[in-house]
C-alpha cells in the first residue's frame, strides 16, 4: 500500500521530510505499550505520562505515529529520567479492555496522567513534533510560585483562584503532597507557597494552606484535614478550585461537550456578574444532586450569539436559561422563575425523563393537560431547536469518531 493512500498531502510531506533529514528514525521512539499486566505500575510510576490510545486502521493514528514517536525523542533527550516523563501507546483493539476504562470514543486519543491519574484536559493541540514536545515541556514547569515575601499575598490577582500554602521547610511531606495536588490542578488554580521565616506569621499552629476565592473581600477559607493526606487535600483543592458552574468558551467547548453529559446553560452578558452569582446559588441548592449528570454552564451572550439564534434569542434577552442535549435545545420559559423553589430542577429532571423532548415534539404530556387541550396541542406542537453546542464536539476531519451519542 502506498503511503500516499493513507496520509495527506502536507503530513505525507512532512513524513517524507523527517526521513530524509534524519530527524526520523523507525523504532527509535521510546514508545512505551500498555497492556493490563503493566499499565498501572508504569502510569503509577511516572510523574508525567502522555498516552497514545489508537487503533492501526485509523488513518488518523497511522498519521501521528512518527509524530509522536519523534517528539519522544526530543522529549526524552531533555528529561532522560523515565519517572519524569513516559511516552506510552494503548492499541485499543488489542486491548478494549483499557479502551472502556479509560472511555475512549475516538482515535487517536492523547491522554495526560499524573502519578496515574488521569488528567480531565487531554492533549487537543496541533498534532506535530513541536507542539507536542512543547506541551510536555508546560507540563513539567513548576506549577508552584514560591512566595519570597508576605506582602506579596496583598498584591496578588483576585480575578483568579488562589491556593496558598505555608510551610516550615520545603522538603517535606506536607509539601510534597501540595506539590503532587497542584501538578494536577494547575489550569484550576493558582497556587503559591511560602517557606521558613518568610512563612512564619502564618504558621502559628504548624504548616497550613489556605484558599482564596475570587473577589477582593471574599473570606479566606482554611484546609482543616491531614497535610499528608493526597485524598483528602486533592478533594478539598479541586472543590475549592473547579467551580460548580463552569464557563463554556470556545477554547475548552470541546473538551466539555466530549464528556457527553447534557448542558444546562445560562447565558448573560459578560458583565452581569448579579444573574450569574443567583444562578450559581441557584444550581447548588437544587441541583447539587444532579452534578455528574448535567453540566452547569455559563456563558457569554455576545460571544455564543448563534446558539442563541437557535433558540430565537438575541444577547438583548439575556439572561436566558437553556439545555443542551446534543440533540435539542431546550428553554427554560421564564427566568424570572429559576429562583422558584425547585422550578429549575425539574426543568432539568424533566429532561432526563424525556418530558422535554415528548412535549416538544407532541404538546404537554396528557396527564399536564385537558383532552381538548392536547387536541389543540396537537397541531401546533413542533420540533425544537437542534443542538449548537454539539457541533463544538471533536471533528471527524481529525478523529475516527467510534460511535454516536444516544442523547434525549
Not at 239 to 268: A, M, Q, S, Y
Not at 286 to 310: M, T, V, W, Y
Not at 336 to 353: E, I, M, N
Amino acid at each position: 500500500m502506498k503511503l500516499s493512500s493513507i496520509i495527506p498531502a502536507p503530513e505525507l510531506h512532512y513524513f517524507t521530510l523527517l526521513l530524509v533529514t534524519g530527524l526520523y528514525t523507525p523504532g527509535r521512539g521510546e514508545i512505551t505499550s500498555l497492556d493490563a499486566g503493566n499499565i498501572d505500575d508504569i502510569l503509577n510510576s511516572a510523574g508525567v505520562a502522555l498516552v497514545n490510545f489508537y487503533a492501526d486502521w485509523c488513518r488518523f493514528s497511522q498519521m501521528l505515529h512518527p509524530i509522536f514517536e519523534e517528539a519522544s525523542n526530543i522529549v526524552r533527550e531533555e528529561f532522560p529520567d523515565t519517572t519524569q516523563v513516559v511516552f506510552a501507546r494503548v492499541d485499543c483493539d488489542q486491548h478494549s479492555d483499557i479502551a472502556q476504562r479509560y472511555r475512549i470514543s475516538k482515535y487517536p486519543t492523547l491522554k495526560l496522567f499524573r502519578n496515574g491519574m488521569m488528567m480531565k484536559r487531554e492533549y487537543r493541540g496541533q498534532r506535530s513534533v513541536t507542539a507536542i514536545a512543547d506541551f510536555i515541556r508546560q507540563q513539567k514547569v513548576d506549577p508552584i510560585k514560591a512566595i519570597e515575601n508576605l506582602e506579596e499575598i496583598s498584591t496578588i490577582d483576585r480575578s483568579r483562584r488562589t491556593i496558598i500554602g505555608y510551610f516550615e521547610k520545603r522538603d517535606s511531606d506536607n509539601y510534597r503532597t501540595y506539590e503532587k495536588v497542584a501538578n494536577i490542578l494547575r489550569d484550576d488554580c493558582v497556587f503559591l507557597a511560602a517557606f521558613g521565616e518568610v512563612s512564619k506569621p502564618e504558621r502559628f499552629s504548624g504548616d497550613n494552606i489556605i484558599y482564596k476565592p475570587m473577589g477582593e473581600n471574599a473570606p479566606d477559607m482554611v484546609y482543616m484535614g491531614s497535610l499528608t493526606n493526597f485524598d483528602l487535600s486533592y478533594t478539598w483543592t479541586q472543590d475549592k478550585c473547579v467551580p460548580l458552574v463552569r464557563e463554556i468558551t470556545f477554547e475548552n467547548g470541546e473538551e466539555l461537550t466530549e464528556e457527553g453529559i447534557p448542558f444546562l446553560i445560562l447565558f448573560h452578558q459578560k458583565d452581569d456578574t448579579d444573574s450569574l452569582e443567583k444562578f450559581q446559588q441557584e444550581v447548588a441548592r437544587q441541583l447539587i444532586s444532579e452534578k455528574g449528570s448535567i453540566n452547569f454552564l455559563h456563558a457569554d451572550c455576545d460571544k455564543f450569539r448563534h446558539p442563541l439564534l437557535h433558540i430565537q434569542k438575541t444577547p438583548a434577552d439575556c439572561p436566558v436559561i437553556a439545555i443542551d442535549s446534543f440533540r435539542h435545545m431546550y428553554v427554560f420559559p421564564e427566568f424570572s422563575d429559576f429562583a422558584v423553589p425547585g422550578k429549575l430542577r425539574q426543568f432539568v429532571l424533566d429532561l432526563h425523563s424525556g418530558k422535554l423532548h415528548r412535549e416538544f415534539h407532541h404538546g404537554p404530556d396528557p396527564t399536564d393537560s385537558t383532552p381538548e387541550q392536547q387536541e389543540e396541542n396537537r397541531e401546533v406542537a413542533s420540533n425544537p431547536p437542534e443542538s449548537s453546542f454539539q457541533k463544538l464536539a471533536p471533528s471527524e476531519t481529525r478523529y475516527t469518531i467510534l460511535r454516536d451519542r444516544d442523547e434525549l
